[in-house]
């Protein structure tokens, strides 16, 4: 039997879903990117507008009776490639599901639709007394569906952990249109396996995430306190993670940026450039010891030999540190990247940056949740496409990190960036177990074909899987 043709399937999704279908030529180049800056090969089939649940299940059942390949998507502010829309493919927009349904002050929790803007949810946490801290710097305009999908982290990480902390439980829709609920509305739950931690993180290749119940925080009331470290080299400001982490503080935030990133920004937001080669350290606290928290770390940092300053709600800080993206945007085009190492590593992964700098004559400012071992280095260039040197520059970062015991993505995800890279820090035994989890909850690959899992592979898989079940055949 011959496949359907493509406008047969848009006959079919318009008939189920009427003005939900959008082919508009314009409307579709915005989804062939995202924020990472790859383009997709060609237009997708089409955008379907889903408002809820009922219309994904639509998509999803017409897509598995047709064969046809979807790719979930919230608000495009993806790093990594991983809701780019290419030929053949259903566009499923999830962003205008953005109903709040539920805020219980009594259980700490709410129940959103995927597209709900995260900043949009905190907004609303706040006027019942409670806030949502996944805070990953996307926040104003990325969904708490995509930040569930990435397992999205932010500044907050180091003391209140990524988006998986606060996921208590998902509404899933499989590739063949089933609903499903995976986690517990309680705060503990062990009876099977964690199917929610499982979709956390899966970037839209094992299912299409519709609601979520997340945690909430009770807002502080008490003042937060800001430490700024101005570091005479890299080495110094690593140490003084080490020492910050060694000694036992916990801090909420713990920012280091290197003497490049800290140069670009001073001249972006206008302000005199930083004495020599400063990387500057910046650390919150909050809750009831604030204040004798934010001395301690002051004291730490100062016998590391840096200049500190200490004060309290000190957000232009913080804001110098928000500014890196804006301020590499005004350079050129940036590859923003994210690897994470073991915290202790971090002034070996520095160093490691600053010679590939010099072999591939790049430049790579870099930024870090330094609590977390995450660092953001930005690849900066020049052109529509990232060159093959930066890409060789940029393997050469991997490799090293994962040599480190780190990893390819702290907080952006795999998506079409990393893939290729995937088997090398996983190994054969780990890649073949995901991609079987894969196979189980997506046998057609309908789902966001070719991210994550590098096509090349999985046909390896594929073929050496049918030479194994002929040979036992033959047997």
């Given at each position: 039997?011959?496949?359907?043709?493509?406008?047969?399937?848009l006959?079919?999704?318009?008939?189920?879903?009427?003005?939900?279908?959008?082919?508009?030529?314009?409307?579709?180049?915005?989804?062939?990117?995202?924020?990472s800056?790859?383009f997709?090969?060609?237009a997708?089939?089409?955008i379907?507008?889903a408002?809820g649940?009922?219309?994904?299940?639509?998509?999803?059942?017409?897509?598995s009776?047709?064969?046809?390949p979807?790719?979930?998507?919230?608000?495009?502010s993806?790093?990594?490639?991983?809701a780019?829309?290419?030929p053949?493919?259903?566009v499923?927009?999830?962003?205008?599901?953005?109903?709040?349904k539920?805020?219980?002050?009594?259980d700490?929790w709410?129940?959103?639709?995927?597209?709900?803007?995260?900043l949009?949810?905190?907004n609303?946490?706040r006027?019942?007394?409670?806030?949502?801290?996944?805070?990953?710097?996307s926040r104003?305009?990325?969904t708490?569906?995509?930040?569930?999908?990435?397992?999205?982290g932010?500044?907050?990480?180091?003391?209140?952990?990524v988006?998986?902390?606060?996921v208590?439980?998902?509404?899933?829709v499989?590739?063949?249109?089933?609903?499903?609920?995976?986690g517990?509305?309680?705060?503990?739950?062990v009876?099977?396996f964690?199917?929610?931690?499982?979709?956390?993180?899966?970037e839209?290749?094992l299912?299409?995430i519709?609601e979520?119940?997340?945690?909430?925080?009770?807002?502080?009331?008490?003042?937060?306190?800001t430490?700024?470290?101005?570091a005479?080299?890299?080495?110094?400001?690593?140490?003084s993670?080490e020492?910050t982490?060694?000694q036992g503080?916990?801090p909420?935030?713990?920012?280091?940026?290197?003497a490049?990133?800290?140069?670009?920004?001073?001249?972006y937001l206008?302000?005199?450039?930083m004495?020599?080669?400063?990387?500057?350290?910046?650390?919150?606290?909050?809750?009831a010891a604030?204040?004798?928290?934010?001395?301690?770390i002051?004291q730490?940092?100062r016998?590391?030999?840096?200049?500190?300053?200490?004060g309290q709600?000190?957000e232009?800080?913080?804001?110098?540190?928000?500014s890196?993206?804006?301020?590499?945007?005004?350079v050129?085009q940036?590859?923003?990247?994210?690897?994470?190492?073991?915290?202790?590593?971090?002034?070996?992964?520095f160093a490691?940056?600053?010679r590939?700098?010099k072999?591939?004559?790049?430049?790579?400012?870099?930024?870090?949740?330094?609590?977390d071992?995450?660092l953001?280095?930005?690849?900066?260039?020049?052109?529509?496409?990232?060159?093959?040197?930066?890409?060789d520059?940029?393997?050469?970062?991997?490799?090293?990190?994962?040599?480190?015991?780190g990893?390819?993505?702290?907080?952006?995800?795999v998506?079409l960036?990393?893939?290729r890279?995937?088997?090398?820090?996983?190994?054969?035994?780990?890649w073949?177990?995901h991609w079987g989890i894969?196979?189980?909850?997506?046998?057609q690959g309908?789902l966001?074909?070719?991210k994550v899992f590098?096509?090349?592979?999985?046909e390896?898989?594929a073929?050496?899987e049918?030479f194994?079940a002929?040979?036992?055949?033959r047997?």
């Amino acid at each position: 039997m011959n496949p359907p043709t493509a406008s047969a399937v848009l006959s079919l999704l318009v008939g189920a879903l009427e003005k939900s279908v959008i082919t508009e030529p314009e409307q579709l180049l915005v989804v062939q990117t995202d924020k990472s800056g790859q383009f997709s090969e060609g237009a997708p089939l089409c955008i379907v507008e889903a408002t809820g649940t009922e219309d994904v299940v639509a998509v999803l059942k017409i897509a598995s009776e047709t064969a046809t390949p979807v790719v979930t998507r919230g608000g495009g502010s993806g790093l990594a490639g991983g809701a780019i829309g290419g030929p053949g493919e259903i566009v499923l927009s999830l962003a205008k599901m953005n109903r709040i349904k539920e805020i219980s002050v009594d259980d700490r929790w709410a129940v959103v639709e995927a597209g709900v803007i995260n900043l949009d949810l905190n907004n609303a946490a706040r006027e019942q007394g409670l806030w949502f801290a996944p805070d990953p710097a996307s926040r104003h305009w990325s969904t708490v569906g995509g930040n569930i999908a990435t397992n999205a982290g932010g500044l907050l990480c180091v003391k209140y952990g990524v988006t998986r902390e606060a996921v208590l439980q998902l509404t899933v829709v499989l590739a063949d249109g089933e609903i499903v609920q995976f986690g517990h509305q309680t705060v503990k739950g062990v009876s099977g396996f964690d199917l929610a931690a499982l979709m956390v993180g899966s970037e839209g290749t094992l299912g299409v995430i519709t609601e979520a119940r997340v945690a909430l925080k009770p807002l502080d009331p008490n003042p937060v306190w800001t430490i700024s470290g101005l570091a005479a080299d890299i080495q110094l400001a690593t140490k003084s993670v080490e020492e910050t982490v060694r000694q036992g503080r916990q801090p909420a935030i713990l920012e280091l940026m290197d003497a490049p990133s800290v140069q670009h920004v001073a001249r972006y937001l206008g302000l005199e450039e930083m004495p020599g080669q400063s990387a500057q350290l910046i650390a919150q606290t909050d809750g009831a010891a604030a204040a004798g928290e934010a001395q301690a770390i002051a004291q730490i940092w100062r016998d590391c030999g840096l200049d500190v300053e200490v004060g309290q709600d000190r957000e232009d800080l913080l804001h110098f540190r928000r500014s890196m993206h804006p301020a590499m945007e005004t350079v050129g085009q940036v590859l923003i990247e994210d690897i994470a190492v073991p915290r202790s590593r971090l002034g070996e992964m520095f160093a490691e940056i600053r010679r590939i700098e010099k072999e591939f004559n790049v430049e790579i400012p870099t930024v870090a949740h330094a609590g977390d071992g995450n660092l953001h280095p930005n690849f900066i260039y020049q052109g529509d496409s990232v060159p093959a040197l930066i890409w060789d520059a940029a393997d050469a970062m991997f490799r090293y990190a994962v040599s480190l015991g780190g990893t390819l993505t702290g907080e952006h995800g795999v998506g079409l960036l990393k893939r290729r890279w995937l088997e090398d820090e996983l190994g054969p035994v780990q890649w073949k177990i995901h991609w079987g989890i894969k196979k189980l909850f997506d046998p057609q690959g309908i789902l966001n074909p070719g991210k994550v899992f590098d096509p090349r592979l999985t046909e390896m898989s594929a073929s050496n899987e049918e030479f194994v079940a002929k040979q036992n055949h033959r047997d």
